[in-house]
Each structure stands twice: as C-alpha cells, then as structure tokens.
C-alpha cells in the first residue's frame, strides 16, 4: 500500500489537470452534448476572435502576468543584495508568515481601501497637499492598463519570492560569495548580484513561473482591482462559463486553449529573455566594475520592500476600520463614529460560511497530508530522492492555468452527474493544496536525523512503530506548519469553489468578491478579516501546539 501513495498522489494532482483539459478541448471543438452539439467544428474560435475585446484581454494578460513578475522578481533581487543579514532584513522574515497568508482576495481588497480616489491615501494628503475636499474623479482602480492589478500581484508576490529565496540562500553559499567579493572591492549589492543571485535564481526558477503563470490568470484579484471594459481574458472565460446560453461554454473553452496558448508564449518569452539577460549578465560580471550607486540602490530597495509589506499589513488595517465604521467622510482621516451594525448584520452568517471553508479546507488537507506523509515515508525506505523531473511533476498543477483545465472539469463532472455536494470542491481543492504541503513538509522530513530510527529499531521497533513514536512526534512542527500552509492555499481558492461547486458551496473567499460588485466597503471589511483570520489562526496554532505539548522536552528536535 505505501508504494501506491506515489502513484495515487501523481493521480490526485495531475488526474483533475488532464481530465480538465480534455473537458476544455472537445467544447472548444464544438463538441457538448449536454447542449445538444457535436463537433468539431471552428465555431467556437471564431466567435472568440469576433469578440470585440479579445486583443485587448490579451494584452493585458500578459502585460500583468509578465509586468508583476518582473516587478516582484526585481524588488526580491535588489532588497536580497543591499539588506541580507541585517537586522532590517531579519525583522521582514518575521512578518513574511503573517504577510503571506492573507489570501490574495483579502490581501487585494485592503490594497484598494488604500489607493481608491476614496482611500487612505488620499485622505491622508488631502487637503493639504492635493486641496481636494472631496474624492478625486480619477480612474485608479480597474484602470484600463491593468496597473492596479500588477501592482496589488506585485505586493502578494514578493512575499512568496521572498520566502523561496530563503530557503535556497542556504545552498547558494551568500556568506563565503560576499566575503570573497568584497575582498575583491565590490560594494555589497553588486557582489552580492553577482555571485548569489544566479545560484539562487536556478532554484527559484520554477517558483517564478508559477508567479507568471498565476498572474496572468488570477480571477478574483482581477474581478477586484482589474479593469472591466474589457475585462482581463480569465475574468471573461469565467463570464462565459457562468451564462445561461449553454452554447456560450463553447466560446468560453476556446478562450481557456486561448489562455493556455497565452501562459506558454509567456513562458517561452520569460526562457528568452534568461538566456539574453544572462549573456548580458556575464558581460557584466567580465566588465569588472565593482558597482556605483550603492546607497541609492539600498534605500530604493528598502522603499520597495517596505511598501510591499506596509500595503498587507495597513490594508488589513483599513479592513478592520471600515468593518466597525459608522459614517465616514472624505476626507476625514478615520470615521466620526463606530459602530458594530455590520458586524451584527454580517457576523453570523460569516461565521457559519467559515465553518464551511474549515470543513472543505480540512478534507483537503486531511487527504494531502495523508498522500504527502506516504510519499515521503516510501522515499525514505526505498532509498529514492526526488528528482528534477519529479519537481516539475510537482509545480505542473500551478503551472497550468485554472481557466484552462477547471471549465473542462466543470463540463465533465456535469456530463456524469458529479457536480453536487462537498465532495468535488474538496478534491478541486486537493490538486493546489498536494503541491504546497509537498514542498513544505519535504525539506524538514528529509533533513531529519536519522539516528532517532537507529536506536528505535536497535530497541526492537518496527519500521512502522519507528515512524508513528518517533518521527512524527519529533517533525510535529514542519508537520503542523505544513498543515497551515495547505489551510491557508484551501481558503484562498475561488475559481475552483466557483465553478467545481457550482455556486451550491460558498466559502469565504467567493463571498467576498460575490460583494466586490456591490461596493458595501463594511460588509467587505467584514468578510475581508473573517478571511484572513481562516488562514492566519492555523499558522498560530502551528506555533502554539507545539510550544504547550513540549514545553518539558526542550531537547527534542524540531
């Protein structure tokens, strides 16, 4: 049975994918027979293409898709080689667990509390520094440009960058590179840019392209901060999969091969463009200069990572403000009264939709660490690493765009009658929480001392005893952290809620978009903290457990 785990895990996490893209082929070939239509057929592309706004949707795909990445990509490298090893870079470690698990939907509304003609941005300058005494007629967020949109990815982004730099910055060997840089006259970022980072970037590499592929497809950030006339290309595949005109879901499959035609050609830009930014790269490693600018690279990069933390953790501020705000003018700083009617006009039912997120986040996670666990006790007693192929195997289900292969698994679990209950939601979610609770746990399991199970088994334990006395209780952090992390990817997902569950599961995270379209700021706020509080209770316990089950075994390993 332990050497089917891999098999069954392979299936859970790729079975849904391939599944799901073959359900978005045949309607995009005009093939549904539950509308009573066969292929194949070009129909469907045709109709796309005379779609008024598909350039447009296009170009603003991989506008935000590459443009965020870029930008998040950027400010990681720079903040990394002025501030690694300092105590300013230690304390931004500190707040990357709190930072990144606010849900992007949450993370994206508070971001626009900020920069909205009506936010606190514009309520902190105004009058006196822009005279306005009312809220200013420009088109901020949903702009046109879609820069809104990049920049509320940018602040989720770096983050998780942040957090994959570090943990490859352990084998990039950053001390012994910098020491011998400086050595040799370089000032701190340039030596740092030119020896560490290209060892980190090959094992961040993969990370990048999830941020890619992620960003050019995202619905509910775009449905938040995207613009609407047209909307962005994913928003849209969403609009037609969602219409009453079941011959619509033809259009929209087109458009989803459409979107995973857009994803490759980005990704096989981004592949260009590290072979020609590397070639410049070992032109400017040859060229020698040991780097000018020093101090204005440093504090821009400060700037950068600041902004992208203080935009979290202050749009989590104006949520919980505008959750208790009772009548709030502009440009008045905070509200003239508070009051908790919303809270008690939202509260309970917010309550209750949590309880069903932590039923469906729960059976995911229940399912992934059980598949995970298996895995990596079966590549422990055969003696099998993963390989490089086995990590693409793994980041495949990220890679692949939601709107590609969650309309054709939407389409098929309709054809066979499978779209109702709990049960498919919970599996939608399993294909995007198995990755994340792998690349957790996996580091800490293998770097586990072995010695433990030497003495366990020269005391007459079995394998099996070995591994449920002994190594779970020793990893029960990484395990519990692991559960967090699987917790709080589960409660951030809306798509597949939204179409796997056929509006007949509501969770937190589709309740709180579904009120985006109707602009109730202190509902929002509301739904908003209940959302954040879903994903950040389970990183404290994680914390908390541990401490109080072995607060008299201080000698035990983590």
Known sequence: ?????????????????????????????????????????????????????????????????????????????????????????????????????????????????????????????????????????????????????????????????????????????????????????????????????????????????????????????ALILGPTTPPTLSVQIVNWMGDPDLAMRLTGAAAALWQFALVLLALGLWWLGERLVARAGRAWIAAGGRGRGEGALRGAALVLGAVSALSVLLGLISLAVWSVAGFWSFPDILPQGWSARTWARHGPPALQTMGETFVVAGAAVALALLLVLGCLESEHRSGRRLTHRGLWLLYLPLLVPQTAFLPGLQTLLLSIGADTGRAPVIFAHLVFVLPYVFLSLGDPWRAWDRRYATVAHALGASPWRVFWQVRLPTLLRPILTATAVGLAVSVGQYLPTLLIGGGRVSTLTTEAVALASGGDRRAIGVYGLMQTLAALIPFALALLIPTLLWRNRRGLHD
């Open 1 to 221: 049975m332990l050497r089917l785990l891999p098999l069954l895990t392979v299936l859970a996490m790729l079975g849904p994918v391939i599944a799901g893209l073959w359900g978005t082929v045949l309607p995009a070939f005009g093939h549904l027979p539950a509308a009573g239509l066969s292929g194949p057929t070009l129909d469907p592309f045709r109709a796309l293409l005379h779609w008024p706004g598909v350039t447009e949707a296009s170009r603003l795909s991989v506008v935000t898709g590459l443009g965020a990445t870029v930008l998040s990509l950027g400010i990681v490298a720079v903040f990394m080689a002025g501030w690694s090893g300092t105590r300013t870079f230690r304390l931004f470690e500190r707040l990357l667990s709190p930072v990144l698990s606010v849900p992007h939907a949450a993370a994206a509304f508070g971001f626009a509390f900020l920069i909205a003609p009506s936010g606190w941005i514009a309520r902190l300058a105004s009058p006196g520094l822009t005279g306005w005494d009312r809220p200013p007629d420009l088109l901020i967020l949903q702009d046109p440009g879609g820069l809104a949109l990049i920049a509320g990815l940018v602040v989720k982004e770096v983050p998780f960058l942040l957090l994959m730099s570090l943990a490859a910055l352990g084998q990039a060997q950053p001390k012994q590179s910098l020491l011998v840089a400086q050595s040799l006259g370089y000032r701190r970022s340039t030596g740092w840019l030119k020896t560490v980072f290209p060892r980190i970037y090959r094992q961040i590499r993969l990370p990048v392209f999830v941020v890619l592929a992620y960003s050019m497809s995202v619905v509910d950030v």
